[in-house]
């Protein structure tokens, strides 16, 4: 049963990833490139050379691969090859909106304030 709500954290493959690799080639390119475990309950989220394509991997009782295609935009993918970025669950759906993720300064949360 699809169940996201159980996880912890997200990772990006900067980078472009050959989306024609299935499900035992992208936990193979997160157990060697990047060194984590694909078993954690994580996201782990691919992009293609043309940035019109996402697969995202996801372990939860057996894996779970999603697919993810733009029709006329492009995804604003980050490009540093070395390693995997962790954002949040929130940032990752700013990215799939359209939004770009910064991997200098990450957004701040905004302080409650009563104004009377």
Not at 34 to 60: G, S, Y
Not at 108 to 115: D, F, G, L, S, T
Request: hydrophobic fraction near 40%; include cysteine; charged fraction near 35%.
């Amino acid at each position: 049963m699809l169940n996201i709500d159980k996880v912890d954290k997200v990772y990006l493959a900067c980078g472009v990833t050959d989306l024609r690799k299935n499900i035992d080639g992208l936990s193979m390119i997160v157990q060697t490139e990047f060194k984590l475990d694909p078993f954690e309950k994580a996201l782990f989220v691919f992009c293609n050379r043309q940035m019109n394509k996402l697969k995202i991997l996801h372990f939860d009782d057996g894996f779970w691969l999603y697919y993810h295609r733009l029709e006329r935009n492009k995804f604003r993918w980050p490009m540093s090859k070395e390693e995997a970025l962790k954002v949040s669950i929130e940032e990752l759906r700013w990215l799939l909106k359209g939004y770009e993720v910064r991997t200098i300064s990450k957004f701040k949360p905004v302080k409650e304030r009563n104004y009377f």
